[in-house]
């Protein structure tokens, strides 16, 4: 049968349009297959028993970090509750005022253009959400300290803006300083030195043996960040003479906030315990959970719901914390020792697979997402790192083989003992062929396997040529422009025991 021009054309646009349906239904069927997985793996870890976390007691001084106010509640309205009601002392520090969320403050200012002084209105709103939520556990306002620094802003100050030379401005409050008066130190500068050193003074005069932060790998930067900080402070105060005595006898512990769908499942679920996502069972953390009786279950759920201006927005996702149960994770402690002999990548020596001598510093949660499940290439698995010789060596393992398909980006800090550190990361696009780089490291290729070799002179740079402390580093993986991966920023302490001796302990930052 011949058909005629107008039949033709028809019968073309249904062929295209044919086209493009089927990989979208495709793509919709694989993506709500992942979804349903994920929630249907996370709820089905309902029954999951984990160790019990031992109870607070009159001798404990617990020290919570939230990044935003409202996290302190979400994590830890529990533990505090305990903690008082068994003699001890509480005291919670709360590094942002959540002056970055656009859509809250257009909601509680109705307006549709908002400005500098109507973020910090909101700010000023939420402080008092905090005062007031806080008190419902039994907590005074002389116990809550509010530090001031820019939301969605917390790991820009670790990455990009260390020193007080170049500060960085809040491009919603338009402020590159500490604006409010309730603040600990009004008028700080922003910048990752000074934070550092304002939560090294809060532990110095505060001296607690239990401390809460967010964890490293979560899904929000600020959460992330505030993770980083913490211990790196809490490490720096293990090398002082005058703080070792305390600060080594210190448990650090992380509760966890944004994470995918999690918690399943949403809503009030009074009668759930609060379990760990799927993905992060298996990566080293000791999980632990925390029973809460009836009444601190309510006081949690009452204190959830003081948090109006973020309840109006979200009020299913946060009432999902008022559990029977809180959880709380301990990262492992591992200490890598140096490796012998020196990394001859560029001959092909014998440091190409040196990481099968060692075990991973850093385990990354796989195919927790539709993204991260089609690009394999860019998933990273695991990070095996070490000290060999006058070279610091990491090994990024990823799900698939490595492509040129991606990108592949190294961020890396160091810092000297008292915490000083270049005011930028250094960043490294890492070439997938075994090629030399241009900062003097060499870079192999073998399979799902990413090794980076860079002396350690480069390091020494970033501390203005002193004696490195600690060093942490993180991984982005890009397909095109999007990003497919990205690893919390691992920190390792860099401890000699003598003078031939050097061993690389890691803190582990997501």
């Known amino acids: 049968m011949t058909l005629n021009p107008i039949q033709r054309v028809r019968f073309c646009v249904r062929y295209l349009l044919m086209l493009i349906a089927l990989p979208c239904v495709y793509m919709g069927g694989v993506c709500l297959a992942l979804l349903w997985h994920e929630h249907e793996a996370n709820a089905n870890f309902a029954e999951l028993h984990l160790p019990r976390m031992s ?28 903690t008082l009601a068994a003699g001890g002392r509480v005291k919670v520090v709360i590094l942002t005022n959540g002056d970055g969320f656009r859509t809250a403050v257009e909601c509680d200012t109705h307006k549709m253009r908002v400005g500098p002084a ?17 008190s419902k556990l039994g907590l005074s306002a002389n116990n809550v300290l509010f530090l001031g620094y820019p939301d969605q802003g917390l790991e820009k100050l670790w990455l990009d803006f260390w020193t007080p030379e170049r500060l960085y401005t809040s491009p919603y409050t338009r ?8 603040a600990l130190y009004p008028n700080a500068p922003y910048c990752g ?9 809060i532990m110095r005069d505060f001296q607690p043996n239990l401390i809460a932060v967010t964890d490293p ?15 790196l402070a809490l490490e720096e105060l293990r090398r002082q003479p005058s703080t070792v005595n305390w600060a080594d006898r210190v448990l650090l512990v992380h509760y966890l906030v944004h994470r995918g769908d ?3 499942p949403q809503g009030i679920a009074l009668t759930f315990p609060l379990i760990p996502p799927r993905g992060m069972l298996h990566l080293g953390t000791q999980w632990m959970s925390l029973p809460l009786t009836v009444v601190q279950e309510r006081r949690k759920l009452e204190g959830i719901e003081a948090y ?12 999902s914390f008022a559990r029977r149960t809180e959880l709380f ?32 510093v850093f385990l990354d949660a796989v195919g927790d997402n539709l993204l991260r499940t089609l690009e394999g290439g860019a998933d990273l698995r695991a990070v095996c790192a070490c000290r060999r010789g006058e070279t610091l060596c990491l090994d990024l393992e990823f799900c698939q083989p490595v492509s040129a398909r991606y990108r592949y980006v190294l961020q890396l800090r160091a810092f000297d003992e008292d915490g000083h550190s270049a005011a930028t990361a250094l960043r490294l696009r890492l070439p997938v062929t075994n090629q030399a780089l241009p900062e003097g490291g060499w870079v192999r290729v073998d399979g799902r396997h990413l090794t980076v070799v860079l002396p350690w002179r480069l390091l020494e740079q970033e501390t203005g040529n002193r004696q490195v402390a600690n060093i942490s580093f993180g991984v982005k993986a890009y397909l095109s422009r999007v990003l497919i991966d990205q690893s919390g920023m691992c920190l390792l302490s860099v401890k000699p025991a003598n003078k031939n001796d050097h061993a690389l302990t890691m803190l582990r930052g997501g």
């Open 193 to 201: 030195i000074k934070l550092l050193k304002a939560i090294e003074q």
């Open 329 to 360: 994770g301990v990262l492992p402690n591992e200490t890598l020792p140096q490796l012998e002999g020196r990394t001859r990548l560029a001959s092909g020596g014998n440091g190409g697979h040196w990481w099968q001598e060692t075990t991973p």
């Open 55 to 82: 109870a607070p007691t009159a001798q404990t001084r617990l020290l919570v970090f939230a990044p935003h106010p409202d996290d302190e509640t979400l994590g830890c309205a529990g533990l505090i509750q305990q």
């Open 175 to 182: 402020a590159n300083r500490v604006p409010y008066s309730k």
């Open 118 to 134: 109507d973020f910090l209105q909101f700010a000023a709103h939420r402080q008092q959400e905090s005062l007031t939520a806080l």
């Open 308 to 319: 109006h201006s973020q309840t109006m927005m979200m009020a299913r996702f946060l009432t």
């Open 217 to 231: 790998q979560e899904d929000h930067p600020d959460h992330r960040a505030a993770s980083y900080f913490v211990s």
């Open 262 to 264: 999690w918690p399943q």
